[in-house]
């Protein structure tokens, strides 16, 4: 069994940062990758960024620039630092884990923009 705990959602002005967390829990896959996806109300969901194990970056273009995925692999954990966010940038965000085939999922945070 694998968990993913998240943290760090909230509410920001445009223009403001936060800074999202995730835990990873259980029986972890020796090559993983984790990486955050985002849904707004009335759109699809987002990939928004990823990370391997080995700390190869993907991001969406729409963030590129903004945003910076790290991990910490002693403490199976991935950040997600958010700058300069928009109102755009409204969404619930989960963390995924990626390995062995499964995908495992946190329980989401919000993240709103408004002011």
């Known amino acids: 069994q694998v968990q993913l705990v998240e943290s760090g959602g909230g509410l920001v002005q445009p223009g403001g940062s936060l800074r999202l967390s995730c835990a990873a829990s259980?029986?972890?896959?020796?090559?993983?990758?984790m990486g955050w996806y985002r849904q707004a109300p009335g759109k699809q969901r987002e990939l928004v960024a990823a990370?391997?194990?080995?700390?190869?970056?993907n991001y969406a273009d729409s963030v590129k620039g903004r945003f910076t995925i790290s991990r910490d692999n002693a403490k199976n954990a991935v950040h997600l630092q958010m700058n300069n966010l928009k109102p755009g940038d409204a969404a619930v965000y989960s963390c995924?884990?990626?390995?062995?085939?499964?995908?495992?999922w946190g329980q989401g945070t919000q993240v709103t923009v408004s002011s």
């Open positions: 995924i884990l990626r390995g062995g085939g499964f995908s495992f």
């Open positions: 259980g029986s972890i896959f020796s090559i993983f990758t």
């Open positions: 990370i391997t194990i080995a700390g190869s970056t």
